[in-house]
């Protein structure tokens, strides 16, 4: 995985939002514990109504150009989203959900007024980058569409620890130590970001000393990092790694069968989750089975387990659904064969989904469906999967990165998101309204119970058959000291604190 683009209206994987953590202001942000702290808001308080949050922002701050970096670049950041949400902000929407207003009385406080109290307001403005408005200010006219066109290109005038001084497209990123941040002063003087088309290649360069660190270690190496002494730390992720079933009820004619409850369900009985944790993660991880991952805590609902493997049940589902066999083995549905075309990137290729794939692929034939891998680079997947409105695509393989609070990925069902975040075609206009009452839902019990009904509507639904929860694996050499790890990893969108703590051991 790679940055795909340095403009925050546009990216779509995970390490662009974390070179937005570390290039941007965020007012708050996540500590070891995952208790939020102060980023670039030192305070703030709640009304009694729930309803105005008050940010208190750190004063004599400055852009890394020299510009005044203040409240009112907060405030600008926040009407805009609000203003082209529905159009060239859409990928924000849901961090503003519920708000009213943003202004700035002074240069130091930040008022956001909704217009119902929300649940969850610190874990939504802990993901929005603050932009400078001298930078942004000129694309936000008209319908907004120049926002979305804006590269950003490196060197990007940046308010975190780091400046992004260069970026070379799935090659390499390297930062410099920001002397202007408000914050903690780094240890290290800057790092780089190097992107590899293959696991063995980053591993090799791992070894021979050419690298520091691996964001995301592969199962097969952890045995040999540590016998060669490199730090290699393990623990649940939050993360899930999906097979996606096009949920459009759209879709073209040849694939609409892909619809039936009956299909899903078959589908489901058809994967063995165990031997994809024991062959593909090396038994780093556990079998998936709602999309809220338990690494996320009490968010997570228990009574949603995996379908057990029962290649018998999914044969009988098949022909209680009429999916009589054909030639060669494979079933036919409304006259064609039971042959589907799967979407898979690149990282997930390049990583352990290629052999998830073989394992699913071979009971898949069992049951009569046929399944044929289509490997594209991930935003050509992406495109692939949202053209024509979802209508083309049949099935894909891919993973999501959930942030401990469950709002972004339940988020990413809803119908506002198609063409956004939704890799489905999903759309429930009862599940948009949960997804509206869960963030308003102020008690703690209530919102959990509204979460979890979400979760149960998708476990049924079925647009995603979630595989497996795959542990979180990093390694870095033992020359670096002090790297916590947030939700299981260091590099990551919730915090900055790794990266402005580490330092040379010894």
């Given at each position: 995985s790679s940055i795909d683009s340095l403009n925050p209206f546009v990216a779509f994987q995970g390490d662009a939002y974390v070179t937005f953590e570390y290039i941007y202001p965020m007012l708050v942000q996540y500590n070891p514990k995952l208790q939020f702290v102060a980023d670039f808001a030192r305070s703030w308080s709640e009304s009694p109504d729930g309803r105005v949050w008050t940010f208190h922002t750190q004063p004599g701050a400055k852009w890394s150009d020299g510009k005044p970096l203040t409240a009112a670049d907060a405030a600008?950041?926040?009407?805009?989203?609000?203003?082209?949400?529905?159009g060239a902000t859409a990928n924000s929407a849901g961090y503003v959900a519920h708000l009213k207003s943003a202004i700035a009385p002074n240069a130091t406080t930040l008022v956001l007024t909704y217009k119902r109290p929300v649940a969850n307001v610190l874990s939504q403005v802990q993901q929005v980058p603050i932009l400078p408005e001298h930078i942004w200010a000129k694309y936000a006219t008209g319908n907004g569409k120049a926002l979305t066109r804006f590269t950003n290109n490196a060197p990007i005038v940046s308010g975190g620890p780091f400046v992004l001084t260069k970026y070379?497209?799935?090659?390499?990123?390297?930062?410099?130590?920001?002397?202007?941040?408000?914050?903690p002063r780094p240890h290290i003087d800057g790092f780089g970001l190097q992107f590899f088309q293959t696991t063995d290649a980053m591993i090799t360069a791992l070894k021979s000393n050419q690298l520091d660190g691996v964001e995301v270690v592969p199962p097969t190496s952890v045995t040999t990092l540590r016998s060669a002494h490199f730090v290699v730390r393990s623990s649940p992720g939050v993360v899930f790694d999906d097979f996606i079933?096009?949920?459009?009820?759209?879709?073209?004619?040849?694939?609409r069968e892909l619809l039936n409850p009956l299909l899903r369900q078959a589908f489901d009985d058809a994967i063995d989750r165990q031997a994809i944790v024991k062959t593909s993660l090396l038994g780093h991880g556990q079998p998936g089975a709602s999309i809220i991952p338990p690494a996320t805590g009490h968010w997570s609902d228990p009574a949603i387990k995996p379908a057990p493997f029962d290649l018998a049940k999914a044969n009988q589902l098949l022909d209680q659904a009429g999916y009589k066999m054909g030639p060669g083995g494979v079933r036919m549905a409304d006259g064609h064969p039971m042959s589907y075309t799967v979407i898979m990137p690149t990282d997930i290729?390049?990583?352990?989904?290629?052999?998830?794939y073989q394992i699913i692929e071979a009971d898949f034939k069992k049951i009569g469906v046929q399944l044929n891998?289509?490997?594209l680079d991930d935003s050509a997947a992406y495109t692939a999967i949202t053209a024509n409105s979802y209508k083309d695509f049949e099935i894909s393989m891919w993973d999501w990165y959930p942030l401990t609070d469950p709002d972004f990925m339940l988020s990413v069902l809803t119908c506002g998101s198609w063409n956004v975040w939704n890799d489905t075609g999903y759309c429930s206009k009862a599940y948009d309204n949960l997804y509206?009452?869960?963030?308003?839902?102020t008690t703690p019990a209530k919102r959990q119970q509204i979460v979890y009904q979400m979760q149960q509507m998708v476990a049924s639904a079925k647009p995603y058959l979630v595989l497996d929860f795959p542990d979180a694996i990093e390694a870095h050499s033992t020359a670096w000291a002090d790297l916590p790890?947030?939700?299981?990893?260091?590099?990551?969108?919730?915090?900055k604190i790794p990266f402005e703590s580490v330092h040379q051991a010894g």
């Open positions: 600008w950041t926040y009407q805009t989203i609000l203003k082209y949400q529905d070379t497209p799935k090659q390499i990123a390297l930062f410099k130590r920001n002397p202007a941040f408000y914050g079933i096009n949920s459009n009820p759209q879709q073209q004619a040849s694939h290729q390049n990583s352990y989904g290629q052999r998830s891998l289509k490997v509206q009452a869960q963030s308003a839902a790890l947030i939700a299981g990893i260091s590099w990551n969108s919730m915090s």
